[in-house]
């Protein structure tokens, strides 16, 4: 059975780090597109940032420079360091996965989820 687990989560000051890393088990998601998402209360939940089957990336402007996807070549660990933080950035952190190469924003696209991580930054 596909599992993911996110970890590194916890409080920050303004302007400080995080390291937030998924473990994938049960499901080879080498090759296939890998993302982070992060959700507030009541609202939807915004993909940040992906990377497809190729190694390719992307980002959502809100984090594009300070933010950094990136896996293990097996594919078995996702990470996402997360520099200059600020307290927008305060939401739960979801790791997802596909079943292609191809990455999408919308969350209905990914097939498996992590249980999340509450990232907080104070001002």
């Known amino acids: 059975q596909a599992q993911l687990m996110e970890s590194g989560g916890g409080s920050v000051e303004s302007g400080g780090s995080l390291t937030l890393s998924c473990a994938a088990s049960g499901y080879t998601y080498s090759g296939h597109c890998m993302g982070w998402f992060r959700q507030v209360p009541g609202k939807e939940r915004e993909g940040i940032a992906h990377i497809g089957g190729d190694g390719s990336t992307s980002y959502a402007p809100s984090v594009k420079g300070r933010f950094t996807i990136s896996r293990d070549n097996a594919g078995t660990t996702l990470y996402l360091q997360m520099d200059s933080l600020k307290p927008e950035d305060t939401a739960v952190y979801y790791c997802?996965?596909?079943?292609?190469?191809?990455?999408?924003?919308?969350?209905?696209?990914?097939?498996?989820w992590g249980q999340g991580t509450q990232v907080t930054v104070s001002s």
């Open positions: 997802a996965a596909g079943k292609w190469g191809y990455c999408y924003w919308q969350a209905y696209r990914y097939n498996y």
